[in-house]
């Protein structure tokens, strides 16, 4: 569950859901979903270089639904926070 896609400004950024490093399979899907949000996610984008790493709420299957284009909307939006 991981994505890499890389914004305008040439940084690549990583994208995985939080807790995928759980080895059982349902209880990593628990702990990255989010608390009273059913089909919502956590993930953790982190770039290349300098910049911040973010924390994303994503829906369903985000690693095969959202765009490039949606991604990087949804991680500036957060560095905006």
Do not use: F, H
């Not at 859901?17 to 993930?43: C, F, M, P, T």
């Not at 790493?53 to 490039?68: A, F, H, P």
């Amino acid at each position: 569950m991981e994505r890499e896609i890389t914004d305008s400004d040439g940084i690549t950024w990583t994208c995985i859901q939080a807790y995928s490093g759980l080895s059982n399979n349902a209880e990593k899907q628990d702990a990255a979903q989010v608390k009273g949000q059913e089909d919502s996610y956590w993930v953790v984008c982190t770039p290349s270089g300098g910049a911040k790493s973010v924390r994303l709420k994503l829906e369903g299957e985000w690693e095969k639904s959202y765009s490039d284009e949606m991604l990087l909307n949804e991680i500036q939006a957060q560095q905006e926070v």
